[in-house]
């Protein structure tokens, strides 16, 4: 919490690990919840300083920024909507509240970022279009030449046409693409526009961030360094 900035009651709550925001409506509505000895309800904000406690227990931000690199697998939906059984904050069951930063469809799998840090997730999206993400591509026949000249020259979707991007063929049916947008379904629909249809689609790489080794479905912890780029590249450093 930024000094002098206040948050609703239930978003405190999960910015500091407690339960999800709609489990804090519950304590909330059960009178369980108090900022400063005063009962809290339904819209209470806090303010730096302020104590809160759920059920007589202290309940502290410590303002530790996290930042996970999450390889997602394919099926799992990057949303916090709790209502959505596949959920990337429900699969990867962290301990305090996070969010993933931008998205990366149910269908494709690979890296994403994750953090506690609202700020940090509006910075980079702001961005979004102006950083490179990298991915590898497998689609459902031969790659030529002339399909990768056509995707590097820039193709119109959805009412507008891509920026140029870089390409690599990396096997006979597998290319490597760098983008700096976020258009929905950006590299599937550009490969229907030449007639190809993607059966894989995995990110590596986010700006300086590499997918490296991490296991399908397991998530490390952010370097410092790795922490830093991304403040810095936000505006927040």
Known sequence: MADGEAVR??????DCGVCSRRQADGL??????SVDGETAVMGTKVLPGQVVRVDGKDIKDDGKTI????NKPEGIVCTTAEDEKDNVVRFVNYKRRIYPVGRLDKDSKGLLIMTN????VNGIMRSRYDHEKEYIVTVHRPVTQKFLDGMSAGVPILGTRTKPCVTE???????KIIITEGLNRQIRRMCEHFGYVVTELKRVRI???????IPEGKWRQATKE???SLLKYAGLK
């Open 9 to 14: 009651i239930n978003k405190y709550l999960a």
């Open 207 to 213: 700006m300086d961030i590499e997918l490296g080794d």
């Open 28 to 33: 909330i509505s059960e009178g369980r919840v």
């Open 117 to 120: 840090r609202g700020d940090l």
């Open 67 to 70: 930042v996970l690199l999450l």
């Open 226 to 228: 790795e922490v830093y």
């Open 169 to 175: 063929k990396l096997g006979k049916y597998r290319f």
